[in-house]
Nanobody, 115 residues
């Protein structure tokens, strides 16, 4: 059974930084993609960043240049470094892994950015 647990969320002032972590337990196989999504109140969940097993990354336009996704394959973990945070980044952030065609989600971690 694959399980994901996010951590690192919190309240930060605009311009500040946070680093989210997602630990994946259970057996996952390569190649796989690990990603971060977010969902603000009243809005649809949106893709923030994705990273492949080989390290290729892709970002939403709204976070390019501010956020950086990384992964540690030995630890089955994925990270999201968020810099220059804006109030519009306020949301619940979820990590996801796609393993053998199945999508697994974490429970989410809340990020609130005050102006």
């Amino acid at each position: 059974q694959v399980q994901l647990v996010e951590s690192g969320g919190g309240l930060v002032q605009a311009g500040g930084s946070l680093r989210l972590s997602c630990a994946v337990s259970g057996t996952i196989f390569s190649p796989n993609a690990m990603s971060w999504y977010r969902q603000a109140p009243g809005k649809q969940r949106e893709l923030v960043a994705v990273i492949t097993s080989g390290g290729s990354t892709n970002y939403a336009d709204s976070v390019k240049g501010r956020f950086a996704i990384s992964r540690d394959n030995a630890k089955n973990s994925v990270y999201l470094q968020m810099n220059s945070l804006k109030p519009e980044d306020t949301a619940t952030y979820y990590c996801k892994v796609v393993n053998l065609g199945a999508h697994y989600w974490g429970q989410g971690t809340q990020v609130a950015v005050s102006s």
